[in-house]
């Protein structure tokens, strides 16, 4: 079928290019997507590993070297830090969860506080602790964030652990 009318031949024109365009600007949107969720998914795995390597040696972190450490913490905060940016441009991505725990970020994030305040002790270097205490900052940033967008109306004596609760929680229904 082709229209007549030449006005009629200009606006099935307009209205396929508007078409193609909302077409492509929403499969480039999922497909953004994908990244985000893999930097997630990697970083709740890298968490992971490093508890279940903790439950078989002890805590590592009196163990290494504290550039070995100094370097585990920065690469957390960096992890932690892109993760926040996600969640900031697509809030949407709050709503994804991994059914694997080992995989999951909410289930993670947790651990890497517990972790952080460990390597943030009296006994750490001041290096360790310097790279500890950034990543505590950037957990509190990123609860923050959660709880800016998600939970109001929080009290207690330790927010970010709530908040990272109240996520674990919400994406487990548990």
Request: hydrophobic letters at 40%.
């Amino acid at each position: 079928m082709t229209p007549s009318p030449g006005w009629l031949r200009v606006a099935s024109t307009v209205e396929a290019l508007a078409g193609f365009g909302l077409l492509t600007a929403s499969l480039t949107w999922v497909v953004s997507l994908y990244p985000v969720l893999a930097r997630r998914t990697t970083l709740a795995r890298e968490v992971t590993l490093i508890v279940e390597s903790e439950r078989e040696l002890g805590s590592v972190l009196g163990k290494i070297e504290a550039n070995a450490a100094e370097r585990m913490l920065e690469g957390m905060t960096s992890g932690l830090l892109r993760i926040r940016t996600d969640i900031v441009q697509f809030p949407v991505t709050y709503y994804f969860h991994n059914d694997k725990e080992k995989y999951s970020f909410p289930v993670a994030v947790p651990h890497l506080l517990d972790l952080a305040k460990r390597a943030n002790a009296e006994d750490q270097p001041t290096e360790v602790r310097l790279r500890a205490l950034t990543l505590l900052k950037a957990i509190e940033d990123f609860s923050g964030v959660l709880g800016s967008k998600t939970l109001l109306g929080l009290s207690s004596d330790d927010p970010t652990r709530e908040v990272l609760g109240v996520y674990t929680r919400d994406h487990f229904h548990t």
